[in-house]
T-cell receptor, first 114, second 114 residues
């Protein structure tokens, strides 16, 4: 059973517009969430994270929103650029037992069209 | 230096071969990880080292043998692999083995077992 779900395998967005990538989780013990970006033939690159004590974290063009009651987080990229085209993985962990464990979603492939 | 390096980039081996994957980081991180990633799937954790000691083995078959010679190096020794072991093997590191430390990934080794 997938504990972290990214229900959209792919997303296409026009350059300059907003990209919104969604992630849902089922494990209520998760309290730290990360987004990774992955280009083909490269390892995942850390993008941005959020702790469950916050509902928003912003870093430049990237903002992550967390809705704990809905067990949902989203990554907003504004404005989207062609170089943002990649696979985006949502990951979650808990500070309890097994805190080393990152549970990944299956990823969403973002294509930004010039 | 914020990089995790992995060698080789590609490896093709037969089922009777013995080979090793290498991973190196010079960020002073004390936790290092091996992940396996199959196509269109999220990374799956295999092993975790903390302060050069094996902390976690996620029920990985004994044909995979990790080794941490020092705080900067992590090896994965391969012997008698099966074709289904073909995958991208990712190494990662983090400051400590706790959830609030982002994991930095290497580019991976693409392994093909014939």
């Amino acid at each position: 059973d997938q504990q972290v779900k990214q229900n959209s395998p792919s997303l296409s967005v026009q350059e300059g517009r907003i990209s919104i990538l969604n992630c849902d989780y089922t494990n209520s013990m998760f309290d730290y969430f990360l987004w990774y970006k992955k280009y083909p033939a490269e390892g995942p690159t850390f993008l941005i994270s959020i702790s469950s004590i916050k509902d928003k974290n912003e870093d430049g063009r990237f903002t992550v929103f967390l809705n704990k009651s809905a067990k949902h987080l989203s990554l907003h990229i504004v404005p989207s650029q062609p170089g943002d085209s990649a696979v985006y993985f949502c990951a979650a962990s808990s500070t309890g037992a097994g805190s080393y464990q990152l549970t990944f979603g299956k990823g969403t492939k973002l294509s930004v069209i010039p | 230096d914020t990089e995790v390096t992995q060698t080789p980039k590609h490896l093709v081996m037969g089922m009777t071969n013995k080979k090793s994957l290498k991973c190196e980081q010079h960020m002073g991180h004390r936790a290092m990880y091996w992940y396996k990633q199959k196509a269109k799937k999220p990374p799956e954790l295999m092993f975790v080292y903390s302060y050069e000691k094996l902390s976690i083995n996620e029920s990985v078959p004994s044909r995979f043998s990790p080794e941490c010679p020092n705080s900067s190096l992590l090896n994965l020794h391969l012997h008698a692999l099966q074709p289904e072991d073909s995958a991208l093997y990712l190494c990662a590191s983090s400051q400590e083995i706790v959830s609030y430390n982002e994991q930095f990934f290497g580019p991976g080794t693409r392994l093909t077992v014939l």
